[in-house]
Each structure stands twice: as structure tokens, then as C-alpha cells.
């Protein structure tokens, strides 16, 4: 069973920068795809962000291409989401989620999710 634990949220200013990680477990994850996504107060989640987890490429969403980056490091099993130049519109709980297969912008897609952090951004 993939276990997904998501850290690194908190508060941040407008044009700071925050670096969530994703640990995840359970599987070898090689014919994987991660994902990141988002849901702030009253609003539906919102597709971030996905890397695959063989060859690394990534697709992002348009509201945040330029500046949030996703990687991984596969010697410790997890995924990282690189966040600069933050908008209040940024805040909202972050999810980590896991697929066997190819990229997805569609959070069913996705069969494991992570507990979430929250990300605000805020002066």
C-alpha cells in the first residue's frame, strides 16, 4: 500500500518561496506518476502540478508554470515542489498524490493521497 506524507507547508509572504516534500513508501515507484494538487477554502482541488517518476519530465498547470518547479530524488523516495514568487492566491492545503502510469491533471486518477499541508500566503 503507498503511504504519501507531505511536509513543508506554512505561512509565507507575497514573492516568497516554500519547498513542500512528498515521502513516499509502500511500492517501488518506478512506473509511477506523482502529482500535486490543491484546494483552497470553498473552491474545488485544483490540479498543480505531476512528474514522472521514471524519466522526471513534468507538466504543470498555467497558474503556476515559472514558478513552482517539481522534482524527485529517487535514493530517498520522494518528491519535492519548489514554490517561488508566491501570490495570496497560491494559499491553499497541498496534496501529494500517486498513480501507476502516466501523468494525470485529473485528481481521480490518482489512487493515493497524502494528508495535505497548508501553504499561506499572507503579509
Known amino acids: 500500500q503507498v503511504q504519501l506524507v507531505e511536509s513543508g507547508g506554512g505561512l509565507v509572504q507575497p514573492g516568497g518561496s516554500l519547498r513542500l516534500s512528498c515521502a513516499a513508501s509502500g511500492r517501488t515507484f518506478s512506473r509511477y506518476a506523482m502529482g500535486w494538487f490543491r484546494q483552497a477554502p470553498g473552491k474545488e482541488r485544483e490540479f498543480v502540478g505531476a512528474i514522472s517518476w521514471s524519466d522526471g519530465s513534468t507538466y504543470y498547470a498555467d497558474s503556476v508554470k515559472g514558478r513552482f518547479t517539481i522534482s524527485r530524488d529517487k535514493s530517498k523516495n520522494t518528491v519535492y515542489l519548489q514554490m517561488n514568487s508566491l501570490k495570496p492566491e497560491d494559499t491553499a492545503v497541498y496534496y501529494c498524490?500517486?498513480?501507476?502510469?502516466?501523468?494525470?491533471?485529473?485528481?481521480?486518477?490518482?489512487?493515493?493521497w497524502g494528508q495535505g499541508t497548508q501553504v499561506t500566503v499572507s503579509s
Open positions: 498524490a500517486a498513480r501507476i502510469g502516466l501523468m494525470s491533471i485529473y485528481g481521480g486518477d490518482f489512487g493515493s
